[in-house]
């Protein structure tokens, strides 16, 4: 196999880098947009019939968003009430939620604060472990890195907002 | 910056290929799955009321993934007529579709063979340019490379399971 110098494969690993946020800008742009549309009675309502509602799907969003504080060693969970209304409890079980203004705020804030630790990030750091594995089972598999989860996350928002999608002209 | 040895570099190329691939291949069998376990009947419904079927959006993941062949250079698309039906075309407009258990057959075949191209290809292959971009745009822009589409169908297709998904247990 031809080796490429190593200023061509610290190149190709920014742009490994770069695809993968790019990936994930995408999608939460595209959920922003989303809920920015829809009034509030439309994101409140169920996405099908007996389905979770547009509410808590974001809620959710929010919340596993907002466990990449600690799961990237960034800090404390910005809104650690999230977790157990949106993560540890199914919709409709008669926990209160916040109101949706607020919701669309914790969602800005979440991603602002996320976006600007992302932006110092070398594609090194992208590669390190994150907090939910040991250094030992790292060793033997490396691609449980941050950048991993950034790829699943990509696609649990785009599952989530697929979903939502269906909220729209009813 | 510190900068990594080329064999080091080498690896975390081959790292960022496999997380890539994986999660493709993670959306892909859950797509499986649930067309294996909804009835017919099921898989013939709208996901949500007045919204497309699931059965229009299984054809859609098939002709897309189709589409891999001729965007990556592996020949032509192996089932040329599910463009028209479920790329160019929305649902209900009375086009007829194959029926279910043939489509089932068509995204087998269609996933293993893209499999097989993709278990061959290197790291620098995959950073290579697709066709649907020019030489000159793709100097300009690299992260125009086969990759990046992966990424993106991956996403597509979380996105469309998401919706699929709600035509379970109803």
Redesign the interface.
């Known amino acids: 196999?031809?080796?490429?110098?190593?200023?061509d494969?610290?190149q190709?690993?920014k742009?490994?880098v770069?695809?993968?946020i790019?990936?994930w800008q995408?999608?939460n742009d595209r959920v922003t947009k989303l809920v920015e549309k829809l009034s509030d009675e439309a994101l409140a309502g169920e996405?099908?019939?007996?389905?979770n509602t547009g509410t808590y799907l974001f809620g959710h969003l929010i919340a596993v968003n907002d466990n990449l504080f600690p799961l990237f060693g960034f800090g404390e969970n910005l809104y650690p009430e999230l977790g157990k209304i949106f993560l540890d409890t199914p919709d409709k079980s008669g926990l209160k939620f916040p109101a949706i203004p607020e919701l669309k705020k914790y969602w800005q804030n979440v991603n602002r604060k996320l976006t600007d630790h992302f932006t110092g990030m070398?594609?090194?750091d992208w590669?390190s472990k994150h907090n939910s594995v040991s250094a030992e089972d790292f060793a033997k598999e490396?691609?449980r890195?941050k950048?991993?989860v950034i790829?699943?996350r990509?696609?649990?928002q785009?599952?989530?907002?697929?979903?939502m999608?269906?909220l729209e002209k009813?």
């Open positions: 196999m031809k080796t490429a110098p190593a200023t494969q610290l190709s690993d742009l490994f770069k695809m993968a790019s990936a995408t999608y996405v099908a019939p007996g389905k070398t594609p090194e590669l490396p691609h890195n950048l991993n790829l699943n990509t696609s649990h785009s599952y989530h907002l697929g979903q999608t269906l009813r």
